[in-house]
């Protein structure tokens, strides 16, 4: 049984288009790790339009001789806990989301910088670049 090995799509390149590539590689991780530090922003702010929907459905609620009643569902303070929840739920939502995809591009990134980098060593090695 013979293995077949995958040829590597690189390795019929020159130094300088690998140098190229490697480039524009990391010109590409610098710009994944920018949209993950604002999708991490995004769901920073969610989290605290979370928190402030919380404390105000703490005061939507009704009191009745010192007592919880119940809430209120015409009051403002309910309103804004609505808006508040709704707008931490689409932030958190977003930012989770472009957060986890500029994760993984950057992930495949790394793979094939390690790749150009590996094959960019040998040529040097070989040739004494």
Request: some cysteine.
């Given at each position: 049984?013979?293995?077949?090995?995958?040829?590597?799509?690189?390795?019929?390149?020159?130094?300088?288009?690998?140098?190229?590539?490697s480039r524009?590689?990391?010109?590409?991780?610098?710009?994944?790790?920018?949209?993950?530090?604002?999708?991490?922003?995004?769901?920073?702010?969610?989290?605290?339009?979370?928190?402030?929907?919380?404390?105000?459905?703490?005061?939507?609620?009704?009191?009745?001789?010192?007592?919880?009643?119940?809430?209120?569902?015409?009051?403002?303070?309910?309103?804004?806990?609505?808006a508040c929840?709704?707008?931490?739920?689409?932030?958190?939502?977003?930012?989770?989301?472009?957060?986890?995809?500029?994760h993984n591009?950057?992930?495949?990134?790394?793979?094939?910088?390690?790749?150009?980098?590996?094959?960019?060593?040998?040529?040097?090695?070989?040739?004494?670049?």
């Amino acid at each position: 049984m013979e293995e077949v090995k995958e040829e590597n799509k690189y390795e019929s390149l020159s130094y300088d288009e690998l140098s190229q590539i490697s480039r524009d590689d990391h010109q590409e991780d610098v710009r994944q790790y920018d949209k993950q530090q604002n999708a991490l922003c995004l769901v920073v702010i969610g989290a605290i339009c979370l928190i402030c929907g919380a404390l105000f459905i703490i005061l939507s609620f009704k009191r009745k001789n010192n007592k919880m009643a119940g809430l209120d569902f015409t009051s403002l303070p309910f309103f804004v806990s609505i808006a508040c929840f709704v707008a931490a739920a689409a932030l958190l939502t977003i930012g989770l989301i472009r957060f986890f995809k500029a994760h993984n591009i950057r992930k495949a990134l790394e793979v094939e910088i390690m790749e150009v980098t590996r094959l960019k060593t040998a040529m040097m090695a070989e040739n004494n670049y």
